[in-house]
């Protein structure tokens, strides 16, 4: 398991880096969790067809503002998203005319879905709602014999 951090700032972007997006390969698959900014840069570490799972937590801009970079990408499996209650009514708005390319004129197909307990993974994941102005969930995810917690927003 090797993780990327793509951006780490709240907020806004800043020199010294994007909004929040951290990349996870395992030998499975790749695992994105939320979509700031820094999403923009997944091009440069995402080599070859393994699928890509995008996990959000939840829908505040600095978490989902990287969404207008992807009409770049072109993953060979696609790209499957997944948030809380209300994520599809959230990428009709954000991921279409006229704030982005929408979905149904990416090179890739895209799944967008909510998260709920019985989906089944190439590894292995929880959630949990955490403390934050707005629904919000973390995530615990386990692979290669490794398991990190991807908790943000919350008190």
């Known amino acids: 398991m090797k993780v990327y ?25 790749y695992i994105v969790f939320d979509a700031g900014s820094g999403l923009s840069k997944l091009d440069k570490y995402i080599k070859d067809s ?3 799972f995008l996990f959000l937590s939840h829908f505040h801009l600095d978490h989902i503002i990287g969404f207008h970079a992807l ?14 209650l209300g994520i599809k009514k959230v990428f009709k708005v954000i991921v279409n005319l006229p704030y982005t ?13 909510e998260i709920k307990k ?14 934050h102005s707005t629904q919000c969930y973390g995530y615990r995810l386990s692979a290669d014999n490794k398991t990190l917690a991807f908790c943000t927003d919350t008190g």
């Open 71 to 84: 009409n770049k990408f072109n993953f060979p499996k696609g790209l499957a998203v997944f948030g809380t």
């Open 101 to 113: 390319m929408p979905l149904s004129m990416l090179n890739m197909k895209v799944r967008v879905a």
């Open 118 to 131: 019985g989906l089944r993974f190439p590894f292995k994941l929880s959630f949990a709602k955490l403390h």
């Open 50 to 52: 393994r699928p890509v």
């Open 5 to 29: 951090f793509l951006g780490t700032n709240g907020w806004y972007d800043s020199d010294l880096g994007n909004t929040l997006c951290v990349l996870v390969e395992t030998k499975q698959a």
